[in-house]
């Protein structure tokens, strides 16, 4: 029989068609239907009868079509396992043996059918390659050189530490190999940088630059710098969540860079905590704390350098009027003003002023015996202004000690 097959395939006479399943008579055969030559190798055994009777066939043999208009069987005696041309199926593990293996190719082509692809499923549409341990090491991941010499080179790792305890992102070097920085790249343009020296992390804020009368945020400004620059008022319109919905962790920031004041106004039933305007250069941070609720806040710290920690003795006099007079170091703006007391058994009130002038909003406020911040009118003040915070309504016995911070925008 072999000999037959020796002097068929020396003539041209057989021409291999792929691989057939015999359990299932995939492709499908019947007699009086083929073309003479043409044979197939059995990749899975089974028995079937094309018209003339059952025929039992096994891994590694031939089927073929004859003169007489049949399929018929060649027993080659070899088992065949059906891995070596596309679209073929493997059954079992692939294992190999040895070190130093390379799967090689060129699929430097930037078309799809020229590169390698890994895909493990054709189903439902979701492909994952896992690189797992052999069981007792605990490092798995996958390297990226960069250089033909894979020993003297830097290398991208992407890996799981089970040891250590951490998945990561690693830009590593071997051998006589140069450290690169560690890119975020979308579409090759760099978002963000690790560098590779000093390890400074560094990133590209993205921009919404607008420069029109009204403004109103959407889910995409997440955290993006949305800049306003229009010489007329500007509103700027905080979304309610059946409109646009967004997370309980969404922030941005806005900044000024017009003349026009932004005012900054909710939608529908929303809450809108902190300030509602912004004027040129100024800077402010959106954020949705709750679903229901819009926060806008200033970039802004308690410096008490600004105005002297401020004192009236722990046992005031009853109705004594205590005014105490500072001047600032440099100039800043006043937003509010923080009451710290310690200890107060009697409420009074106090007045802040300017140069002579009462702040609006800061205006005979009661003292309290927790921490107070009361908000003010935002006033500039210049190097060598005169505050002068008088306190008033103080009933004996008391013990008050607290000071009067500046909030000072930046």
Not at 203 to 225: R, W
Not at 284 to 290: C, F, G, K, S, Y
Not at 331 to 339: D, E, H, N, Y
Not at 385 to 402: H, K, R, S
Request: overall charge negative.
């Amino acid at each position: 029989m072999l000999g037959l097959l020796g002097s068929l395939l020396e003539d041209n006479s057989l021409k291999q068609q792929g691989f057939w399943d015999a359990s299932t008579n995939t492709p499908t055969l019947a007699n009086s239907v083929g073309v003479e030559g043409y044979y197939y190798v059995v990749s899975v055994g089974g028995t079937v009868n094309f018209g003339a009777g059952n025929i039992t066939f096994t891994v590694g043999d031939w089927v073929y079509y004859n003169t007489a208009n049949q399929w018929v069987k060649f027993e080659t005696g070899v088992d065949y396992v059906p891995v070596n041309k596309a679209g073929d199926t493997m059954t079992g593990s692939l294992n190999f043996s040895g070190n130093g293996l390379d799967i090689t190719g060129d699929f430097s082509n930037a078309t799809r059918a020229n590169r390698l692809a890994l895909q493990t499923s054709t189903v439902n549409g979701n492909t994952r390659v896992p690189i797992v341990p052999n069981g007792t090491a605990r490092l798995a991941g996958i390297d990226c050189h960069d250089g033909a010499d894979a020993d003297n080179s830097s290398f991208l790792q992407v890996h799981s530490d089970g040891v250590n305890n951490h998945c990561g992102l690693n830009s590593a070097k071997v051998g006589t190999g140069v450290g690169k920085d560690l890119v975020l790249q979308i579409d090759g343009v760099t978002k963000a940088k690790v560098n590779a020296v000093d390890g400074t992390f560094q990133y590209l804020q993205p921009v919404n630059a607008q420069t029109g009368t009204t403004y109103t945020l959407v889910a995409d400004d997440f955290a993006k710098l949305i800049t306003i620059n229009n010489p007329s008022p500007v509103t700027f319109t905080l979304p309610q969540q059946t409109t646009t919905p967004t997370t309980t962790s969404f922030f941005s920031k806005v900044r000024n860079l017009g003349v026009g004041v932004i005012t900054f106004v909710k939608e529908g039933a929303e809450t809108l905590d902190g300030n509602t305007t912004l004027n040129q250069f100024g800077e402010v941070l959106i954020e949705r704390p709750t679903t229901t609720k819009w926060s806008v806040a200033y970039g802004t710290a308690l410096k008490p350098s600004q105005i002297e920690a401020t004192r009236v003795p722990s046992a005031p006099v009853a109705g004594t009027t205590y005014v105490i007079v500072t001047k600032p170091k440099d100039p800043f703006t006043i937003t509010g003003f923080v009451q710290q007391a310690t200890s107060l058994g009697t409420a009074g009130t106090y007045t802040v002023f300017i140069n002579g002038v009462a702040i609006t909003g800061l205006t005979a406020v009661a003292n309290t015996t927790t921490i107070n911040e009361t908000a003010a009118t935002a006033l500039s003040v210049s190097a060598g202004d005169q505050i002068t915070i008088v306190l008033t309504g103080i009933v004996a016995p008391v013990g008050w000690v607290g000071s009067l911070s500046i909030l000072q925008t930046f």
